[in-house]
């Protein structure tokens, strides 16, 4: 609900409560005066009856529309996040994320990620990846450690691979070295107790 009418909804609920006292005032104003006025007594206790029900609905429904509110803001899904380097854009040191990863610019270290990877075509990337899924589209140089790593027409590797799924499209190139594992864990004895095989393939 906007402010407005927030203000709309309090400004009658205050207009309806003076009309409510003012009725009570002039039914106690009735009984002192006489007791033959029962019947526009009756009446206007009917009215005030009813006015102090419809109230009572009003602000009932005010407070239910704003824990509807609050509940909707509360538990309102979290949006996907996405670390992003542009094209434009020179990284060197460390990343670590939870959340997937998008690398279009140039990039000289490392990544640590629990999801996904993305090397954009244009992007030149040095160090070591190791995330859930890599999909490389761009220039890679160094170590990569995925569950599952796609090497995409116009992707590029030199390097280590560590993987359970290793996919090479048509024109994608890799020239290193490839192990294949069932469990990838982001640690870096994956590399230093395992030995890998030699793989040259090109598009």
Do not use: H
Not at 71 to 80: H, M, Y
Not at 122 to 135: H, P, S, T
């Amino acid at each position: 609900m906007c402010i407005e009418g927030k203000k709309r909804l309090q400004k009658e609920d205050y207009n309806c409560l003076w009309l409510i006292w003012l009725i009570w005032a002039l039914l106690l104003f009735l009984s002192t005066i006489s007791d033959e006025l029962w019947t526009i007594q009756a009446l206007l206790f009917l009215v005030f009856m009813v006015l102090v029900c419809i109230f009572l609905y009003g602000m009932r429904n005010t407070v239910c529309n704003m824990f509807r509110i609050n509940k909707k803001q509360t538990f309102a899904e979290p949006q996907n996040k996405v670390t992003f380097v542009s094209s434009k854009t020179s990284f060197s040191g460390t990343l670590n994320s939870d959340s997937d990863v998008t690398i279009e610019g140039c990039f000289d270290g490392d990544i640590v990620c629990e999801s996904s990877v993305n090397i954009n075509y244009g992007c030149c990337f040095v160090g070591e990846i190791r995330a859930k899924i890599i999909v490389i589209n761009g220039s890679v140089e160094g170590k990569c450690i995925a569950d599952c790593i796609t090497i995409q027409s116009q992707g590029k590797f030199y390097g280590d691979i560590l993987s359970n799924a290793l996919s090479i499209e048509r024109g994608g190139q890799f020239i290193g070295q490839s192990q294949q594992s069932d469990t990838i864990l982001l640690d870096k004895s994956n590399f230093s107790e395992t030995k890998l095989l030699e793989i040259r393939k090109g598009g």
